[in-house]
T-cell receptor, first 114, second 116 residues
Framework: AQTVTQSQPEMSVQEAETVTLSCTYDTSESDYYLFWYKQPPSRQMILVIRQEAYKQQNATENRFSVNFQKAAKSFSLKISDSQLGDAAMYFCAYRLSNTGKLIFGQGTTLQVKP | GAVVSQHPSRVICKSGTSVKIECRSLDFQATTMFWYRQFPKQSLMLMATSNEGSKATYEQGVEKDKFLINHASLTLSTLTVTSAHPEDSSFYIC????????????FGAGTRLSVL
């Protein structure tokens, strides 16, 4: 069964600095999708970035980028030039190919210090 | 962009009553919607997959008679918490994927249920 693990319950970063959130997963599938979602205090889930497993190039969305290491089953999120609005809980998620279900990691709460 | 609407955002009810939560896809048709439950400071746990025109698929450990799901149209799925008890108090979130972006789930804003 697929599992997603986020080993950092909490992280903090100084405003304008860079922070990396870790995520590892386990799967026997060869083609799949991985996501990072952000959940601010409003609790609205917001898609930050996605990665298709068959693409070797790491996905990038403005200040957000991933380091996708397929062999190591690692999918970390890097936030550059951190802003106060980045403070939220971040979830790594794996999409099951056959059902479309998402399996979420435990989440990492990111604090951004001014 | 794709939008999923969820209503109500918050509901307080007495123990023993039933509560219905609606999830609508506003600008696309969704044959499948997902319902999650989230406890404070915890992750999202998938409860069930709502399938338009057929029975929902429940995850292991989720009582289907307790959490009734109806997906009567391509834009609406409902979750009814029947005979609610304080332990059912939680944050419930739905999601759906547009046909042209099936690999992406968009989430509703969630419903905070408090059972007194």
């Amino acid at each position: 069964a697929q599992t997603v693990t986020q080993s950092q319950p909490e992280m903090s970063v100084q405003e304008a600095e860079t922070v990396t959130l870790s995520c590892t997963y386990d799967t026997s599938e060869s083609d799949y999708y991985l996501f990072w979602y952000k959940q601010p205090p409003s609790r609205q889930m917001i898609l930050v970035i996605r990665q298709e497993a068959y693409k070797q190039q790491n996905a990038t969305e403005n200040r957000f980028s991933v380091n996708f290491q397929k062999a190591a089953k690692s999918f970390s999120l890097k936030i550059s030039d951190s802003q106060l609005g980045d403070a939220a809980m971040y979830f790594c998620a794996y999409r099951l190919s056959n059902t479309g279900k998402l399996i979420f990691g435990q989440g990492t709460t990111l604090q951004v210090k001014p | 962009g794709a939008v999923v609407s969820q209503h109500p955002s918050r509901v307080i009810c007495k123990s023993g009553t039933s509560v219905k939560i609606e999830c609508r896809s506003l600008d696309f048709q969704a044959t499948t919607m997902f319902w999650y439950r989230q406890f404070p400071k915890q992750s999202l746990m998938l409860m069930a997959t709502s399938n338009e025109g057929s029975k929902a698929t429940y995850e292991q450990g989720v009582e289907k008679d307790k959490f009734l799901i109806n997906h009567a149209s391509l834009t609406l799925s409902t979750l009814t918490v029947t005979s609610a008890h304080p332990e059912d108090s939680s944050f419930y979130i739905c999601s759906a994927s547009p046909p042209l972006a099936k690999n992406i789930q968009y989430f509703g804003a969630g419903t905070r249920l408090s059972v007194l």
